[in-house]
């Protein structure tokens, strides 16, 4: 197998009439998806290269994902436009992806066209490049299917051509491409949906937008295995009840969400509302799991397994996982336990030496099939993140260096520490941020924690939400805390300002605390 359309068509033969994707207004089977994606495939296929990009700018529904698989069709990938995210970044965004074609829908078209209706790039052959702004609507009520076209493109496909561009900030101010490939999706899809037992029967409650690699194991989950994915719109992880009545309608079985998400449900109380009790796999990721907000969820679905999933966007959604098989108190740390099939995840310590001691720190590495491409039109960048194995002197092994800290324990399990990033030194002693958010955390009174340093003045910041009064939360934390660990200033929250993938938005919180 080379082409995930393989996975797609294949389903389609054994179960044509079967739902494949539903949002809140609409439903695709397998048949339906097929037919959908060749004709915009065709469409596209007088408009791209083979592995060049189409971008998309709508929100997820099943009108994108026929879009999706459209430019897969036509022997490209796609990427897909957070529809609320600046002028500004979209312009970088697309000032690296360079498309041709530009998809949206009829809601959209207008915005699109007023954003990128003049937009004008620099070809590769220094040709001046103009996109398309093409209506996905229109395609399907209008588009035909050339199937000798589609054959002669797929017959030229290769399993390293990538599958879809993910976005992330960089840290120069332009967003890194992470390209994917389908050999990539494949390795990883592949374990992936026979360990954790996703089955034709279900219905996976997709949370993560289609420009979040979380996405890719719902999507890619639901074609391998003939499962329904259930398109969660975005807008219900503001309104609970509005999220619970759709888990329950939809009988959900399989969830895979980023910690916030599943925050946002226990924090607001959606379990007092409503319990979605068909659900029997829970799945998450993104950041360290606050085992409060997890033990709200156990409560209300204690039958269903629990299994934290570690991995950046440039390993293929995750390189590791920890099927929790016992209870955790308060403040402990849940395991992002070990490696998927055909995955190598090892620690090196700051001389590039093999971590293997227990309790001992070092940056998590990754070397396997299921490493992305690089970042797109960024060989800089990806010369300085994927590079040779500095234990192999012997052939050439490229590992992925995720910038983040672990450690393993006792029973060989890898522990998540923290970013690289977040372990300072103050008052001469090494600290993990991390440490003081857990601790926080378990507190009572205290729903979300996150920890922030001011190297210039030397200080630690601590914002949090939940109920807790300042004064009293400092006096407990002077008990818990060694001096030099405890905040020099505490900021209470309403709420936690999130990036668009779901995760603390820490620049937000930085400039809310005077760090530069």
């Known amino acids: 197998m080379k082409n995930i359309l393989e996975w797609l068509e294949g389903t389609c033969a054994r179960i044509p009439d079967k739902r494949a994707f539903s949002d809140d207004v609409s439903a695709v089977t397998f048949a339906e998806l097929v037919r959908g994606a060749k004709q915009a495939g065709t469409f596209l296929a007088g408009k791209i290269r083979p592995r060049e990009g189409a971008a998309f700018y709508l929100e997820k529904s099943t009108l994108a994902i026929r879009g999706m698989f459209g430019a897969v069709y036509a022997g490209g990938f796609y990427s897909l436009l957070d529809t609320r995210q600046p002028a500004a970044r979209l312009e970088k965004i697309l000032s690296v992806l360079t498309p041709r ?15 990128f209706g003049e937009l004008v790039f620099a070809g590769e052959d220094g040709e001046e490049l103009r996109p398309e702004i093409a209506v996905l609507e229109d395609i399907f009520e209008n588009g035909t299917v050339d199937e000798p076209k589609l054959f002669a493109l797929r017959a030229q496909a290769l399993d390293i051509d990538p599958l879809y561009v993910n976005f992330t900030s960089g840290s120069t101010g332009v967003p890194k491409g992470v390209a994917v490939c389908h050999r ?40 391998a295995t003939g499962a329904e994915v259930a398109i969660i719109p975005r807008s219900y992880f503001s309104v609970p009840t509005k999220l619970m009545d759709y888990l329950v309608e939809k009988e959900a079985t399989v969830l895979t969400w980023a910690v916030s998400a599943m925050c946002f449900v226990s924090i607001m109380n959606g379990f007092d509302y409503k319990v979605p009790s068909k659900v029997r796999r829970v799945m998450f990721s993104g950041e360290t799991m606050p085992v409060k907000q997890l033990n709200v969820w156990k409560k209300y679905l204690p039958d269903a397994v629990y299994v934290n999933l570690y991995g950046p966007t440039e390993i293929t959604c995750n390189c590791t996982y920890h099927v929790l098989d016992r209870d955790y108190a308060n403040g402990e740390n849940i395991a992002i336990g070990r490696p998927f099939p055909n995955e190598k995840v090892f620690l090196l310590d700051d001389g590039d030496r093999l971590v293997t001691e227990p309790g001992v720190p070092g940056e998590i590495c990754v070397s396997g099939t299921a490493l992305a491409l690089g970042y797109y039109r960024n060989p800089e960048k990806t ?11 012997r052939y050439p092994e490229t590992i992925y260096r995720t910038g983040d800290l672990g450690k393993y324990d006792e029973a060989g399990d890898l522990f998540y520490i923290s970013r690289k990033d977040f372990q300072i030194k103050h008052l001469g002693h090494r600290i993990e941020l991390g440490e003081i958010e857990t601790t926080v955390q378990a507190l009572s009174g205290v729903t979300r924690a996150c920890c922030l340093f001011d190297s210039e003045k030397k200080r630690l910041l601590l914002f949090y939400t939940g109920e807790r009064e300042k004064k009293a939360l400092m006096k407990e934390l002077r008990s818990l805390l060694p001096p030099f660990m405890l905040p020099n200033t505490l900021f209470p929250l309403a709420e936690m300002p999130m990036t668009k993938n779901g995760k603390i938005d820490r620049k937000a919180l930085g400039e809310l605390g005077g760090i530069a």
């Open 184 to 223: 990539s999706v494949i390795d990883f899809i592949t374990p992936f949906v026979s360990l954790f037992d996703i089955r034709e029967s279900d219905v996976i409650g997709n949370q993560a937008p289609f420009d979040f690699d979380v996405s890719v194991k719902d999507i890619f989950s639901g074609i």
């Open 383 to 393: 010369a300085a993140a994927f590079v040779q194995n500095p234990l192999n002197d």
């Open 101 to 115: 074609v530009i998809l949206t829908d009829r809601e959209h078209e207008k915005k699109a066209r007023e954003l």
